[in-house]
């Protein structure tokens, strides 16, 4: 049972473009969520985290949007670059168990020149 | 940034015998590492969680047999896959928290295939 809902499965963009990312969880003890990038034949790498107590955080081209009430925080990826294509993870974990990552399906972004 | 280590990064085996990965933190303590499976174009499932010194604890459904997990110190943690069959054949990714600061880093992962 995926405890992290992510979508969509695939997104295709152009250049200079915006990707848009989203998840959504039932489990309110969540606190932590990271967004994870994998290239083929890679380990994540992280990309961005946010916790509850902040709705947004922007870390270059990178945002997080996060909405406590509805469950759902999102990934948007600005000025989208062919470097950007790769597969995107959503993920949650709570406090104390930091670390054991529940994972959302994944998003396959693909940059068109 | 922090390393994380993993060893062979691809293996290829004959069904019925074992494998172990190595995941290793190259420049950082870690109390906590963890261990993922990752078959194609899938998620990362978390298969357990491994704790310098002490049992890895499992997560549901995956066979500890199967799946032997040993910390045995603060910067290595091992996954053997005992008698391997083909449908063990996936992407294994270990993670690692540091002692200090509590950050998570990924290493590169092994592709296991198992003939």
């Known amino acids: 049972q995926q405890q992290v809902k992510q979508s969509p499965q695939s997104l295709i963009v152009q250049k200079g473009g915006i990707s848009i990312i989203n998840c959504a969880y039932e489990?309110?003890?969540?606190?932590?969520f990271p967004w994870y990038q994998q290239f083929p034949g890679k380990g994540p790498a992280l990309l961005i985290a946010?916790?509850?107590?902040?709705s947004e955080k922007k870390e270059g081209r990178f945002t997080i949007s996060f909405n406590k009430s509805a469950k759902q925080f999102s990934l948007h990826i600005m000025d989208s670059q062919p470097g950007d294509s790769a597969t995107y993870f959503c993920?949650?974990?709570?406090?104390?168990?930091?670390?054991?990552?529940?994972f959302g399906a994944g998003t396959q972004v693909v940059v068109t020149p | 940034g922090a390393v994380v280590s993993q060893h062979p990064s691809r293996v290829i085996c004959k069904s019925g015998t074992s494998v172990k990965i190595e995941c290793r933190s190259l420049?950082?303590?870690?109390?906590?590492m963890f261990w993922y499976r990752q078959f194609p174009k899938q998620s990362l499932m978390l298969m357990a969680t491994?704790?310098?010194?002490?049992?890895?604890?499992?997560e549901q459904g995956v066979e500890k047999d199967k799946f032997l997990i040993n910390h045995a110190s603060l910067t290595l943690s091992t996954l053997t896959v005992t008698s391997a069959h083909p449908e063990d054949s996936s992407f294994y990714i270990c993670?690692?928290?540091?002692?200090?600061?509590?950050?998570?880093?990924f290493g590169e992962g092994s592709r296991l295939t198992v003939l």
């Open positions: 993670s690692a928290r540091t002692a200090n600061t509590g950050e998570l880093f």
């Open positions: 420049d950082f303590q870690a109390t906590t």
């Open positions: 489990n309110t003890a969540f606190d932590y």
């Open positions: 993920a949650a974990s709570i406090g104390d168990s930091w670390g054991k990552l529940q």
């Open positions: 491994s704790n310098e010194g002490s049992k890895a604890t499992y």
């Open positions: 946010i916790r509850p107590d902040v």
